[in-house]
């Protein structure tokens, strides 16, 4: 009965402590410096509104507000691996940085169209268009279809 009450009690304790770590606002100082970097190169000019860091289990995600209305999603060591527009176009200097038959792809076929989110995912991009359209890609850049 005593092991029921302490198992019982631990993960009570458990699930509080987590509840409460889950979400907080936290100070640009306390940003990974790979983030700040990215931000510093890409949106030279734009000012942050808001951090967020999340824990979710063992995984930690920054999400990261700019007052010109993107927001970029961080991992646990700094890398970028969402950038949103919210229908602002995403900096050229970040498309550099996908891979080059992704920027083909697109030039060739939706040229008339802004890029205005960026998502990498394990396999692959996620790319959102202006003209709400989302292509996905694999890690090599190859196009793999249209996601609804």
Known sequence: ??????????????TLFVAC??????????????SKTFIETHFPNE????IIKERDGLSIDYTVYL???FDIDFTKSGDWDNVDGHFLSV?????????KP????????????SIIEINKKRNG????????????F?????FTGIDD
């Open 67 to 69: 007052a010109n209305g």
């Open 125 to 136: 991009y996620e790319i959102s268009l202006s003209n709400d359209m989302d292509l996905t």
């Open 21 to 34: 770590e889950k979400e907080q606002f936290i100070q640009e100082n306390k940003l990974p410096a790979v």
């Open 102 to 113: 992704i920027l083909q792809h697109l030039t060739t076929h939706f040229q008339d169209f």
């Open 1 to 14: 009965m005593k092991k029921i009450k302490f198992c019982i009690t631990f993960f009570a304790v458990a």
């Open 91 to 99: 900096p050229e200097s970040i498309l550099d940085l996908l891979p």
């Open 138 to 142: 694999d890690l090599n850049g190859k």
């Open 47 to 50: 000012e942050i509104t808001t």
